[in-house]
């Protein structure tokens, strides 16, 4: 069996405190520790909810060695430990106390961060100020550097950076881990959007970094057909499993490419490549015998290390998989997804024992527990229960509810208002939620953008996309085209990209992939590659996004990244233009003028030119003007 729970919002990190059976749960900006020895999950006392963050999300608990203390105390009724708590822009150092009560506590701060924080890894200090040798703490940042953080030696609760490290590729990374003990053996794991994990070596400088080299890099791990979501080392480090957009986990041998590696960059072929998901891998891990998958399509793969599936589990019912994490003695792992549960499997030594075992969460569980915390409806159980619609009730619950604090209720609340156009009150309902609901944070960052029911406030509107972009693939989408066109902030292509690739990933995103087509056409914050452009173009077009269509259509017809084919570019045009796309119709209507498809007819260029021209579309007007010319 599995044991589960189900929280207010998705849940984006767990990690078990050791031997123990403690486990802490990254909620929106909130760490809680869970028992997980009852046979259905409870939380412990209410002390043990933290706020680690103004806003946004945990995306991982890194904790301070040496944890061979916890396995002395695996049976003690009392655990405790340090652990940094990082997401977006932020680390925290908190104190985990897991006894029959549990306590965590806030014990150190890092400032506000420059950049993404993909990672964080303790490190033995060889300062002599210390009496506890562990007390440096590595970031890995979006921009594939890393900056050592001395948690000891500021005053108060202040950390200070004492050493930073770049590496030779300047890229943008989708993810990456790091492996060692000491600042001489850390190796980072960078997961790029070109398709590769870039295994180097951080040698920090101190001073201007002028006087520094950047760190080259010593494997090249190759062999994707998409960007990299996650990488996760064997504890001796001479294993890295990852995972990626094209929907595969890979194995990657690194024992004799490190032996090479002392020669210059090696360039390594996975030992073994897994498909078994039906979508998007999002997260992986290593056991001693085991690979463990997690993805979008809300399945859990058990693997053997020569890629054998042995076991799917599914527990998060309809919604992605985001975290894992596997217990000190490795015989269970923990789960956690978008449906906001929490599920801790039993990890089996041998294939048989769970061969045929299939985990699924009750339907009770999410009917009666999930929705009524959310403050949703469930059509199916009213049905069941001959509960008839009544309007007002329903709008009295809800205000019942936001009243009481659910983000959800007020969110919904908010865009009932925005509907019928009362901003301000729609504002009040979205600040309510806006500290932990990603929507809430979304559609009041608009507001503050456009100016409707509060001051413009260009600065809080950024600060909130930013905030939403953890979650929703839509700001995400708005910060990139505000950096792509230097809209309220410094024109940065490159970040624009990345943003871009953000809001894929979150959701596949028809308008980042377009811009990610355009930037790849133009060679735009990203190499310059017409083959890539059109594919971008075609993943939108298939979502049914008209621009992309058209723009799909014009390398068609042009035979540019893709071979020609002008009728399937004709097919393209058409299905843009009967959307009422303006530019599609003006330029399936200069085919029909030119006679290049079936049927072409000077009426139907006259009918199209006449559509896109009333939709106010300037060089449809031109044309119109030249065509009803030559007919005259």
Known sequence: ATNMAALAAPVSAVAFVGHSPWL???TGPFVQLWDTSFQSLQPTHPSCSLRVFESGE?????????LAVAAAVASSSTLSTTVAVFGHKRVVVIAVNACQQGTLETVGVLPLLPDWVWDAHWLLSSSPEHQDPVTLLAVTYAHNNVELWDVLKGEGELCVSVGKAQSAEHCILYSATMHGTTRDSLVVAAGTVFNQVLVWRPTFYTDDKSSADDCPVSLRLIGFGGVIFCSAFSDDGQL???ASDDRSIRLFDLAAAWT?????????QPKVVMFGHSSRVWKCALTVSHIISAGEDGQCCLWDKDGTCLQKLNGHVGRSVRCIHVNGDQTAFATGGNDAGVRVWPLAATADEQAHTELLLPS?????????REGGTNADADADVGVKPDI???MFLFRQAAAEGNCNAQTYLGALAEEAHDYKQAALYYQQASVSHPTAQLRLAILHERGRGVEQNLATALDLYRSAADLLPHASH??????LLGVHVVCDPVAAVAHFHKAVRLGEHAGSLTHLGMCAEQGTGMLKDQTRAAEFYRRAAERGYAPAQTLLASCLVAGRGVPEDVAEGAAWYQRAADKGYAPAQTMLAAM???GLVPGASQEQALGLYTLAANAGFVPAKKCLLDLQDQQA
């Open 24 to 26: 802490l749960v990254g």
């Open 58 to 66: 945990v995306h991982g608990f890194r904790f301070r060695p040496p």
């Open 240 to 242: 890295l499993c990852a």
């Open 260 to 268: 090479q590696a002392a020669q210059g960059e090696v360039t390594v």
């Open 364 to 372: 009770e569980e999410r009917a009666t527990g999930a929705t009524a």
């Open 392 to 394: 007002d009730a329903a």
């Open 478 to 483: 708005i910060l990139g085209v505000w950096h």
């Open 592 to 594: 029909h003028e030119d």
